[in-house]
């Protein structure tokens, strides 16, 4: 059999990442270790019981700790507009089981790569804040992490201002950190999320499987797109879950290797990851950013995970 990834969940769930989380529950190819939450779609509270609810429904039990309430600097900025008041609105989830861990998000993340035999998968789905803090107080530990892989950013622009994707805009100072860490980065951007949609006749297929977890996801979805279809999508823009797929599934995507810069500083552009496309930087790539897709077979593997639930529910 072959080895098992181990992998950290850092979101801020959400709808795109608890839907990413259901993936990564469901293949295989992971040995999650732990859950870790951070502030963003809504505050540090909201996001976190959503974790602690989700990872009931996905019979997840690993342990789960909360990050900082607010970014590195700055203000929170939260998207109850894409998420609702819960941050996670729509089907009704199960109570918490698991309580969370009497220590921080990174120091959780710490605690995995010291007691890891193998290099360890982050996979952060919300602000970087938690993965900036674990870089910056133990520097030791970068050689325990595989690759941090991020949704965020744009190379073309943003999606919540013109230059700048929630994700960095909530916390640029912490991508920074994670950019310049020297350990490898996948960038999932809105390059490519934004081409991962889900349409209304392919989340049908997933209510149509009959499980909890599935009946669950098409809820999410019917919940989610709401809003997308006021802003003019015709698909669910699952961007969360190619965080997950570009791990395993690389030959699902198009990556570009680049020198990639975050604007901190500018008047109107804070929050937006500048790539140095012409190379007068002259410096080496920094991260690997997906750009394209192959969305039907991306569609069929979410399919898939959906159905995993069923399976488990026969096993038990
Ligand atoms: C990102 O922002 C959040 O609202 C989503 O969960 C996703 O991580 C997309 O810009
Ligand atoms: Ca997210």
Redesign the pocket.
């Known amino acids: 059999m072959k080895k098992k990834i181990p992998v950290i969940l850092d979101g ?1 769930p ?4 608890a839907i990413a989380w259901v993936m990564a529950r469901a293949l295989e190819a992971f040995d999650i270790k732990a859950i870790t939450t951070v502030a ?2 809504q505050t540090l509270e909201k996001t976190t019981t959503n974790a602690r609810r989700i990872s009931a429904l996905i019979g997840l039990d690993v342990p789960i700790a909360k990050g900082r309430p607010v970014p590195l600097l700055g203000n929170l900025i939260t ?1 109850p507009n ?2 609702g008041e819960s941050g996670l609105d729509g089907p009704e989830l199960p109570e918490p089981i698991r309580d969370i861990e009497a220590f921080s998000a990174s120091e959780l993340m710490a605690k995995t790569l010291r007691e890891s035999d193998e290099p360890v998968v982050i996979i952060a ?2 602000p970087t804040t938690n993965v900036a803090s674990l870089l910056l107080a133990n520097p030791e530990l970068k050689e325990k992490i595989k690759c941090i892989s991020i ?1 965020g950013g744009g190379l073309r622009g943003g ?2 201002s013109s230059a700048a ?3 960095v805009i909530v916390d640029p100072e912490a991508l920074d950190i994670v950019m310049r860490s020297g350990v490898p980065v996948i960038m999932s951007s ?1 390059d490519v ?1 934004e081409k991962a949609l889900c349409y209304p006749e392919e989340y049908e297929r997933i209510r149509k499987i009959g499980n909890p977890v599935a009946d669950v996801v098409a809820g999410w979805f019917d919940f989610f797109m709401k809003h997308l279809l006021s802003l003019g999508w015709q698909g669910a823009t699952l ?2 879950p190619c965080a997950v797929l570009t791990v395993i599934y690389p030959e699902l995507f198009e990556f570009k290797e680049l020198y990639v810069e975050v604007e901190l500083s500018g008047q109107y552009c804070r929050g937006a990851t500048i790539p140095d496309y012409y190379g007068s930087k002259n410096k080496e790539p920094n991260v690997k950013v997906a750009v394209d897709i192959d969305r039907e077979k991306f569609i069929e593997i979410l399919v898939e995970c959906c159905r995993f639930y069923s399976k488990e529910k026969e096993l038990a």
Do not use: I, K, Q, V
């Open positions: 801020d959400g709808h795109d990442d963003g779609n998207a894409f998420h789905t919300g949704m999606n919540w994707e929630f994700n809105l999320t961007h969360d």
